[in-house]
Every structure is written in structure tokens, then in C-alpha cells.
């Protein structure tokens, strides 16, 4: 069977997957920007162009969903789709961190 077209593969890029990661609890896109920045100590930080690209396409392929709007700010969360997108990365990031154990 053939994975849906909207659905996307791991690993996914760090942003993306950051992201995701960012929206277990409701949040906007500063706010995701902010912390994904301080979660990285610095080494990776997400710019608003990135940010807007990459929710608009979880927008459209269901894996967040706008639960607030308050003026220009827009809260967003996981969505069923998103959690379960977020587990596959998590268990692929895992197994990468198994292997270079087993085989330094």
C-alpha cells in the first residue's frame, strides 16, 4: 500500500522536526521560534520565513491546527497526525543514537 501523498518521511529536517516538537502544548510562531533556540543552547535557530513555510505545509497535510487567533498572533498544536509523526521521528532518532553506541 502506498503511504498517503500528504504524509511525510523521516527524518524529517531538524527545523521541522523542532518544530513539531515545540507543539506539544499550544503555541505561536515566536514562541516556537524562541524555544526551539533556547532547547538548541543556540546551535540551531528557526527564522520566520522557515517558521511560516513550515506550518503552512503541516497546516495543509494535518499535523497542527490553529487553535487560537488573537489578532496577527496564531496559536497552533499537534494534531493525532502530528503526535504520530512526532513518535516515528523520535523512535528513527533513536535508533541512530542505539547504533552509534553499539558500533562507535
Known amino acids: 500500500m502506498m503511504a498517503d501523498k500528504k504524509d ?4 524529517l ?4 522536526y523542532l518544530i513539531l516538537h515545540s ?12 524555544y526551539i533556540e533556547s532547547a538548541t543552547a543556540g546551535q540551531l535557530t528557526v527564522g520566520p520565513a522557515t517558521m511560516y513555510r ?7 497535510r494535518d499535523y497542527i491546527q490553529l ?4 489578532g ?6 499537534l494534531t493525532e497526525r502530528g503526535k504520530a ?6 523512535k528513527f532518532i533513536e535508533l541512530l543514537y542505539n547504533m552509534t553506541k553499539e558500533n562507535p
Open 8 to 11: 511525510l518521511t523521516i527524518p
Open 13 to 16: 529536517n531538524y527545523s521541522g
Open 23 to 34: 507543539l506539544q502544548k499550544p503555541a505561536h510562531g515566536y514562541q516556537m521560534m524562541q
Open 54 to 60: 513550515t506550518i503552512a505545509d503541516f497546516l495543509e
Open 67 to 70: 487553535v487560537s487567533e488573537e
Open 72 to 77: 496577527a498572533r496564531k496559536q497552533y498544536v
Open 85 to 90: 509523526l512526532l513518535e516515528k521521528q523520535d
